[in-house]
């Protein structure tokens, strides 16, 4: 009856080793995915950059020509009553 104890004690240590050995390989699989993610974050938000950076300087000169004209209006009005 020892002699079983025994087998069952081997194979609960097996069992907790494989175990421990499964979480640790999921664990650094699990790393490594989230470092490849995290440059593929990186490698698609440099296109959106580029992308916001235009669209802000469109902005920027679409409010410098709407100043620009506005500016020019407000100059022919004045020139216009000065006559």
Do not use: N
């Not at 009856?1 to 069992?15: H, I, N, P, T």
């Not at 679409?62 to 216009?80: E, I, P, T, W």
């Amino acid at each position: 009856m020892s002699a079983s104890l025994v087998l069952l004690a081997r194979e609960k240590e097996l069992l907790l080793a494989r175990s421990t050995l499964c979480r640790l390989r999921l664990r650094s699989q699990a790393a490594a995915l989230g470092d490849a993610f995290r440059w593929r974050g990186v490698a698609f938000s440099i296109p959106a950059l580029a992308r916001a950076a235009r669209f802000g300087a469109t902005a920027i000169r679409m409010v410098f020509l709407a100043k620009l004209a506005l500016s020019l209006v407000r100059h022919a009005r004045a020139f216009g009553r000065t006559r």
